[in-house]
Every structure is written in structure tokens, then in C-alpha cells.
């Protein structure tokens, strides 16, 4: 691919990966993803054959950026540690009200059923790694699902009651219980 094609290619997915953090990867339409990087949609199938094409690669982009920013992490921290310091980010009013940087999954966790299998197949891979990432040994996986789970629809409530009392009030709940 060349520079160009590669580039055009980028602002396609962050575009694509903004409108599904706000949305989810069923509503957004390929011509409103391709307005915001600036384009027509006539160029859309020269990057992607389809929109769940598009919408999956933009998914799997923005999960493994969590996944690095857990990987970059101190390796001396103990799982509890690690799991502290994500749910302190996780959890967080700046998170929440993120349109940017933002985990897409409170936003796509109830279209899934509605999309192709291999959505729901990444984020079970995604799953899967994270915590392997966030588990200190192999006993804690149950627990460190639980925490996911806490954390995922904490914030997914969250943003759903938008900025105010109750939603701040239960992020700092949902924050304290992770352990």
C-alpha cells in the first residue's frame, strides 16, 4: 500500500473509531465516517469492502490500544496493582466524558448480537488477553473477570447517566469494589 492510500486509510479508522466509541459500530453510516476524515464516500472501497469491514478493523484497532496501555505498565506490579491503576483510569470522569479516547465497548456491547459473529470473537479474544494481562497468577482469572465486568458496566451506566451526581458517585462505587 502506498503512503498515501496508507494515510487515507488512517484517517478512515480514526474517524471510523470515534464514531464508535459515541455510537457503537452498527449506527454509524459509512458516509458520516467518511465526512468526518474529510472524504467522499465514492473512495470508501478502495480501503474497506464493507462497513462492518471498516467498523471491525476500527474495533480491533481500539481494543489493542488497551491492551498496550496495560502492557506498558510496570511489570513489578502485583495483578491487584495493576487492576487498582486501570479501574482508577477506567473509572474516571475524564474517561467517561472522552470522545476520543474512549473504550468502544459500553458503546458496542449491545449490538453485538446484531453484527457478524467475529465481532463477538474479538472481544472475547480481547477479553481473554486482558486478563491474562491484569491476572497475577492463574487462580486470580475468576476475580479479575469480575473486575472487568465491574468495570465495563460501570462505565457503560455511567456514560449512560452522563455527567452529574449519580454517575460520579457510581464510578467512585464501582472503583472501590475493584480489587
Known amino acids: 500500500m502506498n503512503d498515501k492510500k496508507a494515510q487515507t486509510r488512517e484517517r478512515i479508522l480514526n ?3 470515534a464514531a464508535l466509541i459515541q455510537r457503537g459500530p452498527a449506527e454509524p453510516s459509512v458516509g458520516e465516517v467518511m465526512g468526518a476524515a474529510g472524504l467522499t464516500v465514492g473512495g470508501f472501497y478502495a480501503h474497506f469492502e464493507s462497513k462492518d469491514a471498516m467498523m471491525l478493523e476500527a474495533f480491533k484497532r481500539l481494543l489493542a490500544r488497551r491492551r498496550d496501555s496495560i502492557a506498558d505498565m510496570d511489570p513489578e506490579l502485583t495483578g491487584e496493582e495493576r487492576r487498582a ?3 482508577a483510569f477506567y473509572l474516571s470522569r ?5 470522545t476520543e479516547a474512549a473504550c468502544p465497548i459500553p458503546a458496542s456491547v449491545g449490538e453485538l448480537g446484531r453484527l457478524p459473529d467475529v465481532f463477538r470473537e474479538v472481544l472475547n479474544d480481547h477479553v481473554e488477553l486482558m486478563v491474562a494481562q491484569l491476572a497475577g497468577s492463574p487462580e486470580e482469572t475468576d476475580k479479575v473477570l469480575a473486575d472487568v465486568a465491574l468495570m465495563v ?23 472501590s469494589a475493584v480489587q
Open 15 to 17: 474517524a471510523a473509531g
Open 85 to 87: 491503576l486501570v479501574a
Open 94 to 98: 475524564k474517561h467517561r466524558d472522552s
Open 153 to 175: 458496566g460501570g462505565l457503560t451506566l455511567a456514560r449512560a447517566l452522563g455527567p452529574g451526581e449519580l454517575s460520579d458517585r457510581l464510578l467512585r462505587a464501582a472503583k
